[in-house]
């Protein structure tokens, strides 16, 4: 320990002063990400890396001393991909949050810590935008949004995170900073080493700077909210509507979602019925058609009420229900927050079996999708006083991956796999995948230093 | 040599008749890519797969002999990266043509050697759309399209290969098949080692089945025609338009080009001036206010002339001017075909440099550019009768190669590095990256044998 405490002297010496937090409460806030991982260490320093070459100081100072380094955004991450490592290091780039568009060029070079809505905002300043939006938006990072190649609700249309990361600045194990890409929009040359390190949740290098492809703005949507009696009825509105048409904004709520949110927030919603969400963005002129389309595919499939609405302020009251989903599950307790996902035409059986799985094991669980991808977010319900209820949830927690699995889905869909899903993930990609990931893994942080237990077991020795 | 020749008896006895050709006169087509590569080897065979099980049994078996494999789909690549190795296997894909469509998870599940034409086709029967079109997509197959990530002209609007690919089953340099990914849109589990493998090259392993997004069919779009006495105010327009409205096709023709497709098949086009060729697909009522942006940004940018067309028959006569551009090249004599790439703002300056070069080389270069991705295909023409002629441009071309890393921009954007491009990619990535290019290519490789001298240099003994 003697020599842990001179190694972080030797690193608040190497920065500037107030870059490196030490004292236990500043720590404190290092410690977990929204995933609430009890099994978070203490780290022995906090880096709030203020330029790319804070970030090399630090990453060569771990590596000289064999010190796990943790990066984290701004803490939003479900997985506990930013769990601090017992006596590592946080690297924060939370201050690193400058934001610069350039309108010829349609990108945004973007900080890691600043925001998503910090990009869109400076975007839309020139009529432009950022689509990528987790739910999260206001509050998580660029950094965190690469790190999981985070999705959301318009990717159904407009792609995920790596489909807009043209260029990156990384910071690998050894300290050196590599540049990755860059405003060019089709570049071939060498390895998809940029498209690597989009999701690799901080375990191959430190993203300091994204280069990032914007698009005109998005125009105001048409919504329309239809009830089904099952699932399998919305999804296959879904399967049929995107034979035809992209729609901006898919969405489903199950029946007891629709309830939670309603005893949460009144507005009104049919307590009896699954809830389908969707949105089209097309230009005025096309709107009527591709909203018919959408419509017809809901009534087809057996919708019993279809509501349409060109007004975007009342539309946007219906998408507040559905991102109530999360906070009205919170309200009513502890909660464990799924991200499984499987192909479309898969999601009714998806869903099915979540519910016996609540029936299986006792839990409440709501289940909200972005049915659009197949990727479904069902959140399993427990008291956290109770030791029981406690141990059904996790447990269904589990069943909820093995089901996915078995759909031939994944365990997850954006949020990655953190250290909440490590465990699963060799279920999932099966032995030799996992070995080639291992490969990479060595190949690119020999000594097991960046984030480590996180995505990948634990394998070498010092690691924790 | 003879134990060469005991290897190869071994291979053609594990495999059915008439998968391995060994007779000089059928390993002459496997020899070389549309690059022609005068360095190209003599192969000890040929492999025709017919199952993904026939490619690990010759991947196995080059492995055990220590004999370097040179995967191949259609031949219609442009940098080499099919060139056949001395003394080493092709693996041939070109037997592996099974397209199936699933029009529910809107997917298509596909052997390497289809041809791209082939994806489209079985797609439309859905009323479904595989958006990628490299210029050759009627005769290159998707195994060689997701080996370099090929881009084409729709691109602009709706991206490349790797976009659209979900799912892939890769053989790997010991033989073992693995699979990535699958029929769900959204995955974040694990590395992205599938965006790893496509645009490697055939150097980290072999596809032998592919699963593809698919979307919506196109709409027919209207087609606008703009000359322009420069090609800085053609690429003004390209940025103003591109602000404001995504075309589905951004086409630039120099005035070289112009002339020399007018020569070789006369069509009225305007010799005297640059050509600018757009297209839009949205949906009626919305495609007028699309092609107004699109004039306008023309008519600002200072066009002489524009002409607009909704008939895409009409339209379809202008895209084939375009199309010309390599025929009409190609008919004038040898050619070096470039695919050099930078930030569109800088499009205009890369084609100044490019004529600069050709004037300062003394050889004739036209100029074609998907002008909305930055991305321009200069072609060195040359006599090849005429050692110093054919020494020009072989210098023209790498300083094209110099010019666009000093703008910033990529050596290639869609076709590849190949081994035409291997030694300019050091300039451009530098050495860090180069590094960590080669651990990746040795964890996955560790023996050099898969496509050795494609993309990086050779640094292993015994592999040619």
Chains 1, 2 share one sequence.
């Not at 049919?270 to 089209?280: M, P, W, Y």
């Not at 009205?328 to 059986?349: C, I, K, N, R, W």
Request: glycine residues 10%; aromatic residues 4%; contains cysteine.
């Amino acid at each position: 320990m003697t020599d842990r405490s001179a190694a972080v002297a030797e690193l608040v010496s190497s920065l500037p002063e107030g870059v490196v937090a030490t004292a236990p409460a500043a720590l404190e806030k290092y410690r977990q990400d929204w995933a609430r991982d009890p099994d978070a260490g203490v780290p022995c320093a906090a880096v709030r890396a203020e330029v790319a070459d804070h970030v090399q100081t630090a990453v060569r100072w771990a590596a000289r001393h064999g010190i796990p380094v943790v990066p984290r955004g701004a803490g939003t991450g479900l997985s506990g991909g930013a769990s601090a490592v017992e006596g590592g290091l946080v690297l924060s780039l939370e201050r690193m949050t400058a934001v610069e568009i350039d309108p010829d060029a349609r990108c945004a070079v973007v900080e890691p810590g600043a925001f998503n809505a910090a990009v869109k905002a400076a975007a839309a300043e020139h009529g432009l935008w950022y689509p990528p939006d987790p739910s999260s938006f206001e509050i998580c990072s660029i950094g965190g949004n690469i790190a999981t190649n985070a999705g959301g609700l318009c990717c159904v249309k407009y792609g995920v995170t790596t489909d807009y990361v043209l260029g990156l600045d990384v910071v690998l194990a050894d300290g050196r900073l590599i540049t990755l890409g860059g405003k060019r929009v089709k570049d071939v040359a060498g390895l998809s080493l940029l498209k690597l390190f989009v999701g690799s949740e901080g375990t191959l290098g430190i993203v300091t700077r994204a280069t990032l492809r914007l698009v005109p703005a998005q125009l105001a949507p048409s919504t329309l909210v239809a009830t089904f009696d099952s699932v399998r009825g919305a999804a296959d509105a879904v399967v049929a509507m995107g034979r035809v048409v992209r729609a901006s904004m898919v969405e489903l709520m199950d029946r007891p979602t629709v309830n939670q949110v309603e005893d949460f927030a009144p507005m009104g919603l049919d307590r009896g019925r699954a809830l389908l969400l969707v949105q089209s963005d097309a230009p005025a002129g096309a709107r009527e058609a591709e909203m018919d389309v959408i419509e017809t595919s809901c009534r087809d499939a057996g919708a019993v009420d279809v509501f349409v609405t060109h007004d975007p302020v009342e539309g946007e009251s219906f998408v507040r229900a559905r991102r109530l989903a999360f906070p009205a599950a919170e309200a009513s307790g502890a909660l464990l927050l799924e991200d499984v996902g499987v192909a479309v035409p898969q999601l009714p059986d998806l869903v099915a079996r979540v519910e016996e799985i609540g029936r299986e094991r006792g839990v409440d669980i709501v289940c909200v999708a972005h049915a659009g991808d197949g990727n479904t977010h069902p959140i399993v319900m427990y008291d956290a006083a109770d030791a029981d209820s406690t141990a059904r949830a996790r447990a269904a927690f589990e069943d909820i991956l093995t089901a996915a699995i078995a759909l031939g889905g994944t365990i997850t869909g954006e949020h990655g796999v953190g250290r909440l899903k490590r465990d699963a993930l060799p279920a999932m990609l099966g032995p030799d995948v996992m070995e080639v990931t291992r490969r990479i893994k060595d190949a690119l942080d020999p000594a097991g230093l960046l984030n480590p237990g996180a995505l990948l077991p634990l394998e070498r020795a010092g690691q924790r």
